[in-house]
């Protein structure tokens, strides 16, 4: 059945005003799923007031009550656990276990909002002058709100909004119109909850009601996740409106492999990494710089392992790599890998024009491997975003260093090696926001902050974690003496 979704809106569900129709397709079947409203400026103004008007209430609400709904959220997701991964793989194509891996993640974010009472703590220092003492208080700021991508639908608005409501905040979700379903059951949810109207508002849409959210007068502050294009958009049109911003950008992650690595851990891991999510995700390793001698046994192996995945539908268990999000990424991937062929990287395994069985239509891409690639070439340099990896090959250590620290993304970068020594070298000369030492995905859990460098992220305090509750509150100081 196609399903007809809605915003949720100061506690209702309602229509769009003004606004069309978009179609949500699952990516392997090319089956319609839902119509999503094309929100509109009436819409976020709309979801803002409502958020607004929500905020004093809710700002006085106890912390210990505030954090209490969250104990219930979680027991909603864990119930509705398997149907949200569910939805998450008919809308993005991923396999059920990553989606499985998803949704798990996603409620971390809940557990850590449990904990708000203890984290939103503010400071105070007796006698800082004879009989004067001096606090600083943690306050809310009004209304946030987030603008998330395709690739982790219900992942990404769970690092923001658990925290940003917990912290006394009412909050504003406009997820990607390409997969809106598991944020309207997530919100079927929030509903569940009874938490006052208007303190949780999502209004689905693109452009416009992104454009909305970055330029309301009464948002105070706006995380984004997305391509690094409009991530710079966002921070320069929320700056222009002195909002606090977050955005989170696109990645080209290297992943250096030492001829001392463990070969076979290390070739399991890049797998992972480099066509895990088959390839949409902002920690995927896209290029993997082969250093000295172990060059041709990696290549070997990777192109072997790679050959070897069973490509198919999410939902069949039995796959190991899903479809990307839709035919138009499958093409721009596929024109990106045969732009690498022509400036001269030679295609060691080619998934383009790959075909599944029953689902002839699916957007797929199968694992493609470009060996020889050099740091002038397209594909070493730019964000593909689909389960494509190069492979570069240098010298020494610091040749392969200079190659990542030579990118303009900063998201991730891992290194494969026993040796302490470039262990603690690579962590602490590479120029990215997440470093993994014989981890293929540098994901930071709930508890540490997330974001990258350079390109990858414009903004200071990054999502989640102590950053999280910084960029949510205030922190007002009061001077008291009493005579
Ligand atoms: P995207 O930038 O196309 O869209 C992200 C959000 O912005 C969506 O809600 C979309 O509706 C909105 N949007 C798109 N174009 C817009 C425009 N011109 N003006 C205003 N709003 C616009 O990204 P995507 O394709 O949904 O997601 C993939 C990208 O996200 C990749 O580049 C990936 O690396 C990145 N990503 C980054 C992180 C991170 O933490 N750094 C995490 C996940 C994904």
């Not at 997820?175 to 009874?194: A, K, V, W």
């Not at 991937?333 to 001269?344: F, P, R, S």
């Amino acid at each position: 059945m196609v399903q007809q979704l809605k915003h949720y809106i100061g506690g209702e569900w309602i229509d769009s005003e003004g606004g069309g129709l978009l179609p949500v397709v699952n990516p392997a079947t090319c089956e319609l799923l839902a119509h999503v409203p094309d929100g509109t400026r009436a819409d976020v103004d709309r979801a803002v007031k409502a958020a607004n008007a929500a905020f004093d209430e809710w700002r006085s609400t106890p912390v210990l009550s505030r954090a209490q709904y969250m104990y219930r959220f979680k027991a909603l997701l864990e119930d509705r656990f398997e149907e949200l991964t569910r939805i998450v793989v008919e809308e993005n194509g991923k396999t059920r276990d990553e989606a499985r891996g998803e949704v798990r993640r996603g409620i971390e974010s809940v557990d850590y909002a449990m904990h708000i009472p203890s984290l939103m703590r503010g400071y105070t220092l007796e006698d800082v002058s004879s009989g004067i003492d001096e606090t600083a208080e943690r306050q809310p700021l009004g209304v946030f709100a987030a603008i998330t991508p395709f690739n982790f639908p219900f992942m990404v608005p769970l690092w923001f909004l658990p925290t940003a409501i917990t912290c006394g905040n009412t909050y504003v979700v406009k997820p990607s119109p390409q997969t809106p379903i598991s944020m309207q059951l997530t919100y079927e949810l929030l509903d569940e909850l009874g938490l006052p109207e208007g303190v949780v508002n999502l209004v689905h849409g693109g452009k416009e009601a992104s454009m909305a959210v970055m330029e309301h007068p009464d948002i105070v502050g706006v995380s984004f996740v997305g391509s690094s294009p409009v991530a710079k958009l966002v921070y320069e049109t929320c700056a222009k409106s002195g909002k606090r911003v977050q955005a989170q950008g696109g990645a080209k992650n290297y992943i250096v492999v030492m001829p001392d690595a463990d070969l076979t851990a290390s070739v399991v891991n890049i797998m992972g990494s480099a066509f895990g999510c088959a390839g949409q995700r902002c920690l995927a390793g896209s290029v993997v710089v082969a250093v000295g001698d172990v060059y041709e046994p990696l290549r070997d192996e990777l192109i072997k392992r790679a050959s070897s995945l069973r490509v198919g539908y999410g939902l069949d268990e039995t796959t190991q790599m899903g479809t990307v999000i839709s035919g138009q990424a499958r093409e721009r991937i596929e024109k990106m890998i045969a732009q690498g062929v022509q400036e001269g990287a030679q295609i060691a395994l080619d998934g383009r024009s790959a075909k599944v069985s029953g689902f002839e239509e699916g957007s797929f891409v199968a694992p493609t491997i470009l060996d020889g690639v050099t740091e002038d070439m397209t594909v070493a340099r730019d964000e593909i975003f689909g389960p494509v990896l190069a492979i570069m090959h240098a010298p020494d250590f610091d040749s392969a260093v200079k190659l990542v620290n030579a990118s303009k993304y900063g998201n991730a970068a891992s290194l494969f090696t026993s040796s302490g020594k470039y262990a603690r070298d690579f962590k602490y000369r590479v120029n990215a926001g997440n470093i993994g030492i014989n981890v293929g995905v540098a994901a930071a859990t709930a508890s540490f902050p997330f974001g990258g460098k350079k390109d990858s992220f414009f903004g200071d305090l990054h999502g989640q974690g102590p950053d999280a509750i910084e960029f949510f509150t205030d922190r007002k100081v009061v001077i008291e003496r009493w005579f």
